[in-house]
């Protein structure tokens, strides 16, 4: 099958409204990078959803595969489907190194054969500062500690170590937002939600609609 070679600019086009479609009410910037040793497509955007919800639908429309063992950048093709999405199809082996080979059939029949020009896509969450440090402390406040600033230590005890500011970004980092929610305090987790929601931070954040009008 004839492979289409599509550039950085027209893999973006493509990222568009696919974001739109799976986060509607979201605003996304997708930004196409062309420079000497090959390029990439940037996708921000603010609050909303998490990096690794926004990771799953843009992924696949990489143009290669990094090796870290051998330091080696390999060219992938993809199969771009009807409803818009893109899933791998061919990947070389790395000569030994840590990604092996993998050849896929056609999983629709109107599938095409294609080559993003994408080398990368980098996803960038942000968040307003200020709710950054409200986190870190309501969180102390949960747990009855005082909040001493950004490197405020001992939130789960006299051994924990972490910064209190990591463990706010990592709780906001799994959170995700619909449009008109924000952030609006913190909570223990239910019994329930330890066992479901595959993590086993104590503490969830607590979203709130924003007012209209």
Known sequence: M?????????????????????FPGIKFSVRSSTYSMGASIDVSWDMGPTTREVDKVVGSFEGSSFDGMNDLKSYQDSWLLPDGTARLAYRPDSYGGSIPEY??????PDAKMVSFG?????????RPNEISEQIAKDMCELQHIEYRGESTTGLYGREDREWVTTLAWRLFSRTSFKPGE?????RYATEEEGKTEGYDQPMRII????PHG
């Open 182 to 186: 924000t952030y609006g305090g913190v």
């Open 118 to 126: 994408a080398d990368s896509i980098q996803t960038n969450r942000h």
């Open 207 to 210: 979203k709130k609609e924003v």
């Open 2 to 22: 004839e492979t289409t070679r599509l550039s950085c600019a027209e893999t973006a086009k493509l990222i568009r409204p696919l974001l739109a479609k799976n």
């Open 103 to 108: 050849v896929s059939d056609a999983p629709h």
